[in-house]
């Protein structure tokens, strides 16, 4: 009974993080202005030590940057962050990325991820929807190495291509699939 009081206990504390962390969005200019600081070096950095990001920044119509994720779990967890949309250089934007999970895990980590959308529709997909599930609507393909040595300009089809960065932490394996991506209404 008292292993079912700590889980439970810990189980409880970790909703009450997640759920604070998700109430609190870049809704101030001042952290507006830090969020855009933090994606734009987060994703200066991917094109810089990733050739695919590179090849693929040039290519697409737009680019979703989350630089920091913080995920954390045991039994229960979940992911969350924020992040912009920018086109042509520009923010058009922001957003907010959950993942809630359950199963075999524990521990926390931390990461970033770029989407980097590839045409008109996917984009356009992204503004319209009332949420984006990633794995539901536009095709995403996760870029790892081995995925990154077949990409070529010519065998670039897919709607959008993913690049997960900056992994810190204990917790094995990191997957945006599932991932709820929320448009942040501008007050």
């Given at each position: 009974?008292?292993?079912?009081?700590?889980?439970?206990?810990?189980?409880?504390?970790?909703?009450?993080?997640?759920?604070?962390?998700?109430?609190?969005?870049?809704?101030?200019?001042?952290?507006?202005?830090?969020?855009?600081?933090?994606?734009?070096?987060?994703?200066?950095?991917?094109?810089?030590?990733?050739?695919?990001?590179?090849?693929?920044?040039?290519?697409?119509?737009?680019?979703?940057?989350?630089?920091?994720?913080?995920?954390?779990?045991?039994?229960?967890?979940?992911?969350?962050?924020?992040?912009?949309?920018?086109?042509?250089?520009?923010?058009?934007?922001?957003?907010?990325?959950?993942?809630?999970?359950?199963?075999?895990?524990?521990?926390a980590?931390?990461?970033?991820?770029?989407?980097?959308?590839?045409?008109?529709?996917?984009?356009?997909?992204?503004?319209?929807?009332?949420?984006?599930?990633?794995?539901?609507?536009?095709?995403?393909?996760?870029?790892?190495?081995?995925?990154?040595?077949?990409?070529?300009?010519?065998?670039?089809?897919?709607?959008?291509?993913?690049?997960?960065?900056?992994?810190?932490g204990?917790?094995?394996?990191?997957?945006?699939?599932?991932?709820?991506?929320?448009?942040?209404?501008?007050?």
């Open positions: 009974m008292g292993l079912f009081k700590s889980v439970f206990a810990a189980t409880a504390a970790f909703g009450l993080i997640t759920l604070g962390a998700c109430s609190t969005t870049a809704s101030s200019p001042a952290s507006r202005a830090d969020l855009s600081n933090s994606s734009s070096q987060a994703l200066n950095q991917l094109i810089r030590d990733n050739p695919a990001a590179a090849a693929i920044s040039k290519q697409s119509r737009a680019v979703l940057v989350f630089p920091s994720i913080v995920k954390a779990g045991l039994v229960f967890g979940g992911a969350y962050g924020e992040g912009e949309l920018r086109q042509g250089g520009n923010t058009s934007g922001y957003y907010t990325s959950f993942t809630g999970s359950w199963g075999l895990q524990a521990g980590q931390s990461y970033g991820y770029a989407v980097f959308l590839m045409n008109d529709d996917a984009v356009r997909y992204l503004e319209q929807s009332d949420g984006w599930e990633i794995g539901v609507g536009p095709t995403v393909v996760v870029v790892n190495a081995g995925v990154a040595e077949n990409l070529s300009s010519s065998t670039l089809q897919d709607d959008a291509y993913a690049f997960i960065f900056d992994q810190r204990l917790m094995a394996g990191v997957s945006i699939e599932g991932t709820k991506v929320t448009r942040v209404n501008s007050r």
